[in-house]
T-cell receptor, first 115, second 110 residues
Framework: GAGVSQTPSNKVTEKGKYVELRCDPI?????LYWYRQSLGQGPEFLIY????????DSGLPNDRFFAVRPEGSVSTLKIQRTERGDSAVYLC?????????????FGEGSRLTVL | RKEVEQDPGPFNVPEGATVAFNCTYS??????FFWYRQDCRKEPKLLMS???SGNEDGRFTAQLNRASQYISLLIRDSKLSDSATYLC???????????FGTGTQLKVEL
């Protein structure tokens, strides 16, 4: 499809394991964002890429979280030594490169459950 | 204090009613403002931008008061399909790095 694609849609893992979540943005969208949404909360900013580089990673909660976007398209969010508190829906979004229109196009999210 | 505050609701209203949601933001340097809609277990989607002059899109009217750091959304003639969570969103600048409120849940009933 033409929208933002995220895989896996659901991931169940055990505490302490390593997890990778993948995002394929809309073609032509150079800006890519990762957000995290816990139950009953709004999306919380994690990191923002403009092209290949992380323009702003101020939302990453700690050094267990890392994201890459090596070719300026697909991005992977990596979580090391998962904790139960990491359980949430991880949303990826992309947007057009020009201006701050406020319109982010979100994927359906990857629901992470850490047991 | 959260950067963007909203009453979580739920607001339960009958079909055809008018309902208003409010939101406040703490950072006076915020530059642009939006309402997003999120259906249950779905992704958020942009509903409309919010301007100081007020703007209308069909049954939806959004208003910004910069002096009070207050944003509102008015929905007239509510439909069952309007049932969703409405997220108040602020952009402090620097691309589209958005700050979301917790959302206000609306349930429109027959």
């Amino acid at each position: 499809g033409a929208g933002v694609s995220q895989t896996p849609s659901n991931k169940v893992t055990e505490k302490g394991k390593y997890v990778e979540l993948r995002c394929d943005p809309i073609s032509g969208h150079t800006a890519l964002y990762w957000y995290r949404q816990s139950l009953g909360q709004g999306p919380e900013f994690l990191i923002y890429f403009q092209g290949t580089g992380a323009a702003d990673d101020s939302g990453l909660p700690n050094d267990r979280f890392f994201a890459v976007r090596p070719e300026g398209s697909v991005s992977t969010l990596k979580i090391q030594r998962t904790e139960r508190g990491d359980s949430a829906v991880y949303l990826c979004a992309s947007s057009l490169p020009t201006g701050a229109t406020g319109e982010l196009f979100f994927g359906e999210g990857s629901r992470l459950t850490v047991l | 204090r959260k950067e963007v505050e909203q009453d979580p609701g739920p607001f339960n209203v009958p079909e055809g009613a008018t309902v208003a949601f409010n939101c406040t933001y703490s950072n006076s340097a915020s530059q642009s403002f939006f309402w997003y809609r999120q259906d249950c277990r779905k992704e958020p989607k942009l509903l409309m931008s919010v301007y100081s002059s007020g703007n209308e899109d069909g049954r939806f009217t959004a208003q910004l008061n910069r002096a009070s750091q207050y944003i509102s959304l008015l929905i007239r003639d509510s439909k069952l399909s309007d049932s969703a969570t409405y997220l108040c969103v602020v952009n402090k600048g620097g691309g589209n790095k958005l700050t979301f409120g917790t959302g206000t849940q609306l349930k429109v009933e027959l």
